[in-house]
């Protein structure tokens, strides 16, 4: 005699956040089956509204009422970073697991007090880094993994645009920590994920838009054990072919190269063999050109999230993880400061 298994009842959520990026994360959300979106929440009033109608929610201005009166599997928190830490021991407090958007903090004594304050009460955390969930970036480390180029001993990972990131994220302009804590962030994320983790780096920046407060182009150089890394980012770099917001990667090692060019032309040069590649990224109703890579890759993280839930596996950026590149990220930013090498793990110690 056989029974059938009861079907386990879908996570129930809030996203805490209906901003720009969060839109994003609704959409991806709704795609999945496992989960239910009970609660939105933000201190806009009209724009919480209209996320609560268009996905089917209850709205909350106060994230406080949020918690005190929904029964949450987790929450995706998509705020800025200034609102983070609240947010994450609000959730730790009442035994919610978590996601939270980066840059997790902009000081490290915030990040860690965050990592902790779940750790303690052994609740999931998982930080939405999802430049390495991109299906580019997923095949690289497949084929690196695979062993294809053998051993890397070199990378270069690069963003450079001209596109205007300050029209629908205004707060960029009077920042006075811009492109590493924005983007390169991902790209140093990336380079830890092909190559490894560094155990020095020197960085230099530059402010050339006169309008902000911040850098608007960042220059890194990582030094592995056995490889070293160029993380570039611009926001001032003019071509006559806008590949916003695609990053390039150049991946070299003692069998091969692997190089990812403009518009996803991916090549792999393995033991002297050719191979070239058109990667189609994968659709979504809600997602458009030029933003469809990125939008996949909300939902390849958050299903990875759903995954770790299921199975009770640590996240690929776990809070954990995530405080190593927070790190890498502010000692970019220390060694542009006093022009010397920064010693990583210095801010963890």
């Not at 730790?92 to 860690?112: F, N, R, S, Y």
């Not at 003692?254 to 792999?268: A, C, N, S, W």
């Not at 759903?306 to 060694?335: F, K, N, Q, R």
Request: proline share 5%; glycine share 6%.
């Amino acid at each position: 005699m056989t029974t059938e298994s009861t079907p386990r009842s879908p996570y129930r959520f809030a996203v805490i956040g209906t901003g720009f990026f969060a839109q994003n994360h609704l959409h991806a959300w709704a795609e999945i089956p496992e989960v239910e979106l009970v609660a939105v929440c933000d201190i806009d009033e009209e724009r919480v509204q209209a996320a609560a109608r268009d996905f089917g929610a209850t709205p909350y201005t106060d994230a406080a009422a949020l918690f005190a009166n929904e029964d949450l599997d987790f929450v995706d928190i998509a705020t800025t970073a200034p609102t983070h830490r609240m947010m994450v021991e609000l959730a730790a407090a009442h035994g919610v697991a978590a996601i939270c958007q980066k840059p997790l903090a902009w000081e490290m004594t915030d990040a860690k007090t965050m990592v902790r304050a779940m750790a303690d009460k052994n609740l999931p955390f998982m930080v939405h880094e999802n430049f390495r969930f991109q299906y580019p970036m997923r095949r690289i480390k497949e084929l690196i993994d695979s062993g294809a180029i053998g051993r890397p001993f070199f990378g270069r990972i690069s963003f450079r645009t001209a596109h205007d990131v300050y029209a629908a994220q205004p707060w960029l302009i009077d920042n006075p920590r811009m492109i590493i804590i924005d983007v390169a962030v991902h790209l140093l994320d990336l380079a830890c994920c092909f190559i490894g983790r560094p155990e020095t780096l020197f960085a230099d920046t530059l402010r050339v838009n006169p309008r902000i407060v911040g850098e608007d182009v960042a220059t890194i150089l990582l030094r592995m054990p056995d490889a070293t890394c160029i993380v570039d980012a611009s926001y001032e770099t003019k071509s006559d072919h806008n590949t916003y917001p695609q990053t390039f990667v150049i991946v070299e090692g003692t069998e091969g190269t692997i190089t990812l060019g403009p518009d996803y032309h991916l090549q792999v040069v393995s033991r002297g063999t050719v191979t070239n590649e058109d990667l189609i990224i994968p659709s979504h109703t809600w997602s458009s050109v030029p933003w469809n890579a990125i939008q996949d890759s909300v939902h390849a993280i958050q299903r990875h999230w759903v995954h770790c839930l299921d199975t009770g596996t640590t996240p690929e950026t776990s809070g954990a993880a995530t405080l190593e590149l927070m790190d890498i990220t502010l000692g970019s930013y220390e060694s542009a400061e006093v022009g010397s090498r920064y010693r990583v793990g210095t801010l963890l110690d």
